[in-house]
C-alpha cells in the first residue's frame, strides 16, 4: 500500500522557493483572460493591464486583482476610489499592449466613454464591471484590491457573432501547442515587474 503523505510536514525552507522568474513561469501555465483596470483622477483617465481579476463574493458583490505596487497607475485608482474592469475579446491585443506597458499609449488618441460612475469605459470590450476601492491588502510587492461591484454591463455581440475573449497563456495571447516556448518578456520590459 503507498505510504500516506505526511499531514505534519514541515513547511518548506525559504531556500526552496521559487525565485521571481522561476515562479512567474510557472505561473504562466495558468491561462487567464485580461482585463484593463480604469479609473479617473481629478480630471485625467489612467488604467493598466490586469489579469489578475477575479470574482470574490456573489452577496455582496465583491471582486479582486493585485496591483503592483510599482505601478503608476495603482495609485491613482486608489485615489479615484472607484474603477471599471474592462474585459477584453481576443481581437484586442492592441489595447492590450496600450496598457500593458509603460511605454504603451493607454488613453493618447483612443475613444472612450465616461460611464455614470464616472469610470472610463473602453469600448467593444466583453464586459464592464464598476466597482469602488472596498478593501486593499498588502501581499508582498503587489496590493490585493477588493473592489465592491456598483453595476455590470455585458456587452451583447454585434450582429449576434460570438465573440472570443482573450487567453493570456505561458505570456502570450491563445493557446499554443507545447513546442512553442514561454514568452519571457513580450514587451521587451525586462523583468521588472513579474507579470505572468
Ligand atoms: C497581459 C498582461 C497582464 C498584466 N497583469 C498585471 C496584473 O495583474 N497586475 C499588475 O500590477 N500589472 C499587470 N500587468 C503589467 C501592467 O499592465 C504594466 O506594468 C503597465 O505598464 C502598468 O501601467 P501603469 O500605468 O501602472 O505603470 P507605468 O507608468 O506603465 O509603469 C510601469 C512600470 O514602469 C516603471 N516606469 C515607468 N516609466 C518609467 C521610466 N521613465 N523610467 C523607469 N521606470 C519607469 C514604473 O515605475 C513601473 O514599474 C500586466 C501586463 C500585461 C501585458
Known amino acids: 500500500m503507498p505510504a500516506e503523505p505526511a499531514l505534519t510536514a514541515e513547511p518548506a525552507e525559504p531556500a526552496d522557493s521559487p525565485d521571481p522568474l522561476e515562479f512567474r513561469r510557472a505561473m504562466a501555465e495558468f491561462a487567464t483572460g ?42 491613482r485608482i486608489r485615489a479615484a476610489g472607484r474603477f471599471c474592469v474592462n474585459v477584453l475579446g481576443e481581437d484586442q491585443a492592441d489595447l492590450c499592449a496600450r496598457f500593458g506597458s509603460s511605454r504603451g499609449l493607454k488613453f ?33 510587492d503587489h496590493d490585493v484590491v477588493i473592489g465592491r461591484v456598483l453595476s455590470v454591463r455585458v456587452h451583447e455581440a454585434p450582429g449576434g457573432v460570438w465573440r472570443r475573449p ?21 514587451w521587451g520590459e525586462g523583468d521588472r515587474w513579474g507579470w505572468g
Do not use: K, Y
Request: proline share 11%; net charge negative; charged share 20%.
Open 166 to 186: 482573450m487567453l493570456f497563456f505561458r505570456s502570450r495571447f491563445g493557446v499554443h501547442p507545447p513546442d512553442v516556448p514561454f514568452a519571457p518578456d513580450p
Open 34 to 75: 485580461v482585463t484593463v483596470v480604469t479609473a479617473v483622477d481629478g480630471d485625467e483617465p489612467v488604467g493598466f493591464a490586469c489579469q489578475s481579476f477575479a470574482s470574490v463574493s456573489l452577496d455582496p458583490p465583491l471582486i479582486l486583482f493585485c496591483a503592483d505596487r510599482r505601478g503608476r497607475s495603482w495609485p
Open 108 to 140: 493618447e488618441g483612443l475613444d472612450w466613454d465616461l460611464s455614470p460612475h464616472g469610470t472610463p469605459q473602453l469600448r467593444d470590450v466583453l464586459l464592464n464591471v464598476h466597482a469602488t476601492v472596498h478593501a486593499v491588502h498588502e501581499a508582498g
